[in-house]
């Protein structure tokens, strides 16, 4: 009966969680997608928006597009596309239905593991709701965060058995599922430090020392029947410690045989983390040392771990980037060394006797480290969507920890349900009001610029989507407060220089063109759009240099191939004019105007012979 009854429970909760994830969620099948990072994934990405074909899925498994070497995300994209279009709302969709996925997985293992029914279903609870994990759910591009996080759980609940059963198949099978994650998004290299963590607590297969408090009422009944029966005088001290010297030397081997069964494991995390770096390295993602001095990103990752645990507890004022701010003032570096230092020495002096915030907050810590700085990645000092996976250990930390805190109160729970209820109520009202945000590009750009300061990134891009909406005195305004922030920000010269092209101001856009391309020699689209803007003046030499730059920097650029033909054809040189409508077709067969102006060069030099 009391089989059927948790059985019972856990499907209520299961129930409750999917329901509370859908309607706080529901909304985004009505939002677009957002020009940061959806065009480079989906929007302008052909490999993408074509589907599922062999030669697409040959450019997954081959590709660092956008700094990153994640061949199962890229699939992912390509069936959207191919059941869906590029109707936005259906891609949302699918990412909620694998975030609500992760939250059930999340709480039938962690209750599988530990036996705590409620205390994982609070866990659970914060993950599914917890409005830093917007950013990870409406945010198409960020498809890898919710997908890899499916094979993190699966990973996790597979280990759960094969600790159970010890079968080589489902070994396997965990390694098949971890590789599975990585292919997804590289966040999964700790994986097998948390397997190892686990295996502390709650799985108990590493010990140290004997645990005075254990985490479920079985367990707590079986000590206290054995402190009863010390105090009964039934274990002697030369057996107490004959017992003690056998523990230790069975547990000997044991601990060998736990960490040597995770090399394999800690192998794939090693090959994907080099996979990665070179991938970053050169899709230019990796700030210079010149940048970013090693030790502006020690301090900023110190304070950063207290960043995000202040934004767990207080989610306010979230943003899709928070600039980084170089060198940080000391007092804020020092108070984070004593903060971190402080909880970490408190929690392993209390390691015996409360293991799962051991467990807790190595979780947190090492979840984080690809993602806190040391490695420079981007222009951010942090972000929402880095807190996917670690905010379950501090969650796991609450989840256990209060009830223990509380466990001589006599009304403790009725209080423990209370706190519950109006914590995950107010998550829930924020969470609701931060999905709203992602809209469209304008609302989510504007509300990042409101809530952050000296963000030009965020400046550029709110001009860019206020240019796609004809709004260009807006657009360039705020290209001139990136400027003003960062003086060398080429992208926000180019988008000036573009806006003010569609606003007839030629000569004031050419010097924007050329600012842009001073500051990045490489910047394919400043290139193609100064020779688009020279051919239109007739400067068909110079415009001619300027589309072969682009077509140097990015060779898959078909509509630079195009407007190339076009200056060329002008030039009366129509067999190289060919020769480029020819390449264009081949990057992009389905380009009707590169085809229609291949036919009409192949006519003219058809007349001329």
């Not at 450019?59 to 992912?76: E, K, Q, R």
Request: proline share 4%; with cysteine.
């Amino acid at each position: 009966m009391n089989e059927i009854d948790n059985n019972r429970r856990t499907s209520l909760i299961c129930i409750f969680l999917a329901i509370a994830v859908f309607a706080i969620y529901w909304q985004v099948n009505k939002y677009d997608f957002v020009g940061f990072d959806d065009n480079e994934y989906i929007t302008e990405n052909r490999h993408v928006q074509t589907g599922l074909t062999s030669g697409n899925v040959t450019w997954a498994l081959t590709t660092f597009h956008a700094g990153n070497w994640h061949p199962l995300t890229w699939i992912s994209h390509m069936l959207d596309c191919q059941l869906f279009g590029l109707k936005p709302g259906w891609h949302h969709l699918v990412s909620l239905l694998f975030h609500i996925a992760n939250t059930i997985l999340l709480f039938l293992v962690l209750s599988r593991m530990t036996k705590g029914l409620w205390q994982s279903a609070f866990v659970a609870a914060i993950f599914a709701i917890h409005p830093l994990h917007v950013e990870s759910v409406a945010w198409v591009a960020e498809r890898k965060d919710v997908l890899s996080t499916f094979f993190w759980m699966l990973t996790m609940g597979a280990y759960a058995f094969y600790v159970q059963r010890r079968e080589i198949k489902i070994y396997l099978l965990c390694l098949f599922f971890l590789a599975l994650g990585l292919m997804a998004k590289p966040m999964l290299v700790t994986l097998p430090f948390v397997l190892l963590l686990l295996d502390y607590w709650p799985l108990r297969r590493l010990t140290i020392g004997t645990s005075s408090v254990n985490d479920n009422p079985q367990s707590e009944k079986s000590l206290n029947t054995r402190s009863k029966k010390k105090e009964r005088g039934r274990y002697t001290k030369k057996a107490e410690h004959e017992n003690k010297t056998e523990k230790q030397t069975r547990q000997g081997p044991r601990m060998v045989q736990v960490i040597l069964e995770k090399v394999p494991f800690f192998v794939l995390s090693l090959a994907s983390s080099i996979v990665t770096y070179v991938a970053q390295q050169k899709g230019g993602a990796v700030g210079s040392l010149q940048s970013y001095p090693l030790s502006a990103r020690i301090a900023n990752a110190l304070v950063s771990y207290c960043g995000y645990i202040g934004k767990m507890v207080w989610p306010e004022n979230l943003a899709v980037l928070y600039p980084h701010p170089g060198m940080l003032p000391t007092w804020q570096v020092i108070g984070a060394v004593l903060i971190l230092g402080l909880t970490t020495f408190l929690i392993i002096r209390a390691v015996k006797r409360y293991p799962y915030l051991t467990t807790g907050w190595l979780w947190y810590l090492g979840t984080l480290v690809p993602v806190i700085g040391l490695v420079q990645v981007g222009a951010q000092a942090m972000a929402d969507r880095y807190t996917y996976i670690p905010i379950i250990g501090v969650s796991i930390m609450v989840a256990w920890g209060v009830p223990e805190l509380l466990k001589k109160w006599r009304h403790r729970n009725t209080a423990l349900a209370a706190m519950a209820v109006i914590t995950l109520s107010i998550l829930s009202y924020a969470t609701w009001g931060q999905v709203q945000y992602w809209q469209n590009s304008i609302t989510l750009f504007k509300h990042t610029v409101e809530r952050t300061t000296n963000n030009p990134i965020m400046q550029n891009n709110l001009g860019n989507s206020l240019e796609d909406e004809g709004r260009l005195d807006e657009a360039i305004t705020h290209y001139a407060e990136a400027v003003r922030i960062n003086p060398d920000l080429a992208d926000s010269y180019n988008n000036m220089g573009l806006a003010l092209t569609k606003r007839g101001s030629a000569n004031e856009a050419i010097p924007n063109f050329l600012k842009a391309i001073k500051i990045n020699p490489n910047h394919a689209a400043a290139h193609y759009n100064l020779g688009t803007l020279l051919a239109s003046q007739g400067k068909l030499e110079e415009a001619i240099h300027h589309f072969r730059e682009c077509i140097r920097i990015k060779p898959d650029h078909a509509k630079a191939y195009n407007n190339l033909g076009n200056a060329l054809l002008l030039e009366r040189r129509i067999e190289e004019a060919i020769d480029s409508y020819r390449a264009a077709l081949r990057i992009n067969p389905d380009y009707k105007l590169a085809r229609d102006n291949l036919n009409n060069a192949l006519a003219m030099h058809n007349k001329k012979q």
